[in-house]
């Protein structure tokens, strides 16, 4: 009988002793956001026009003020080529497919000579590439080509506009509207910032960035031409597009990539309607005419040929614009600056055990250190996942992990216990129980 007590009472100990402990409850002390400390800088915008800036991966853009749709022109070949590159997508350094110019693609070329515009020679049965497409396109500023590739994706230049509009509504560009592929109508219409969200769409497509930044381009029939933004390749500028026309005037966006502790960003700038040089005015054609019979002094008339003003050629028509952005984006890029958001060992959370009748907390701190990149006044959002503590978890051990994000940046650091989660003696266990 002794021995059956003895037996029950070793067995009672076991139990008690081996009881499984209860998980410890965790609980987060991450808060929800992390402000940039700081302001902006106060930046030069254009006295005329429109300018914008945006830094895509920091999710942050600005505008000088209020702002109305105005002619864009060249602009527009942006979300052309965005467009053709969502409908036929070309990985960076490839040719694509051949497109053979047509009948009417020549004729739009004709048209458009006659017109006076920005074109490149394209002959019948002439083939070229997707991606020659759009370095003329986008390089050389060729409307044919805008036209020619407009028909190639949706077989005519209205369909591929109504593509080119349902593209910018989905960016947010609500005031934005297009009337033709190319922009030399008037009646193509935007705003700085949103031109910038089509640039920032087109230089997240690794083709559209790597032909923008392209200093020069040769082409069959032409040969080499530059960059018609000639910032490109100089200054840490790697795009983006121009545009000019009377009605819209000088228009230019350019794309600088600046490094901030060993971290490339890409910051955007844009102004609209500015400013251009005076155009050069030819001499005036003077015919004096005068009947042979009438004597020297009577009967002759004058008349004075002379060109019409928007016709008129503008030597530079980004002269004054070009200062303009280039101080705009100068000015960007100085304000991105890096931004701590975790420090290793800093406490943002516990582990926490109950028993005998007290709880015992575990720090749960970052086991590294983050920062990403911001523009003073922004706020940093934090989230912080954790997993389950089995009991006596050692120190060291990862029980989670917090997210910083802003932007399209994005840092994870894992969270560890900052000590061995405690437990009992056996003593207490035998005594208390579970």
């Known amino acids: 009988m002794a021995v059956l007590l003895v037996g029950a009472a070793a067995a009672l100990a076991a139990t008690r002793i081996n009881q499984p402990l209860a998980h410890p409850a965790t609980h987060a002390a991450l808060p929800m ?17 429109q300018g914008a800036v945006a830094v895509p991966s920091l999710g942050y853009a600005d505008q000088s003020g209020p702002e109305h749709p105005v002619p864009i022109a060249s602009l527009t070949k942006m979300t052309n080529a965005v467009v053709i590159l969502r409908d036929h997508p070309l990985p960076a350094g490839a040719a694509g497919p051949l497109i053979i110019i047509t009948a009417a693609d020549v004729a739009e070329y004709d048209n458009e000579l006659h017109n006076d515009e920005s074109t490149i020679p394209i002959r019948f049965g002439e083939v070229l590439s997707e991606r020659q497409m759009l370095e003329a396109m986008l390089i050389v500023s060729a409307n044919d080509i805008a036209y020619s590739l407009a028909v190639w994706d949706a077989g005519s230049e209205p369909a591929f506009v109504a593509k080119m509009n349902a593209l910018v509504a989905s960016l947010g560009a609500t005031g934005t509207l297009y009337v033709d592929a190319s922009g030399y109508e008037p009646g193509s219409v935007s705003t700085a910032s949103d031109c ?4 920032a769409a087109g230089m997240a497509d690794p083709t559209f960035a ?3 930044a392209m200093p020069s381009v040769t082409l069959p029939m032409v040969g080499t031409l530059p960059n018609i933004v000639t910032e490109v390749g100089s200054n840490g500028v790697v795009g983006v597009k121009s545009g000019y026309t009377s009605q819209a005037g000088a228009c230019l966006i350019l794309a600088g990539v600046r490094s901030v502790q060993g971290r490339p960003v890409l910051v955007l700038a844009a102004v609209l309607g500015q400013p251009t040089p005076p155009p050069i005015v030819p001499a005036s054609t003077t015919t004096t005419t005068r009947p042979a019979t009438a004597p020297p002094s009577r009967g002759s008339s004058t008349t004075t040929t002379t060109t019409p003003p928007n016709d008129l050629q503008i030597p530079d028509p980004f002269r004054f614009a070009r200062p303009v952005v280039e101080k705009l984006l100068n000015a960007a890029e100085t304000a991105v600056v890096p931004v701590t958001v975790a420090t290793a060992d800093r406490v943002v959370g516990a582990a926490t055990v109950t028993w005998g009748g007290s709880a015992h ?3 749960i701190v970052t086991a590294g250190g983050a920062w990403l990149l911001a523009w003073p006044g922004q706020t940093v959002a934090s989230t912080s996942g954790l997993s389950p503590v089995p009991p006596g978890s050692t120190k060291g051990s990862r029980v989670g992990t917090a997210m910083f994000s802003l932007g399209t940046q994005i840092e994870v650091v894992p969270l560890r216990l900052a000590s061995t989660v405690p437990e009992p003696s056996w003593w207490w266990r035998l005594v208390h129980g579970p």
């Open 33 to 49: 956001e992390v402000a940039v400390h700081g302001t902006g800088p106060a930046l030069p915008w254009p006295t005329r026009g």
């Open 196 to 199: 910038l969200r089509v640039a």
């Open 210 to 212: 790597e032909v923008v």
């Open 361 to 363: 907390p575990v720090p």
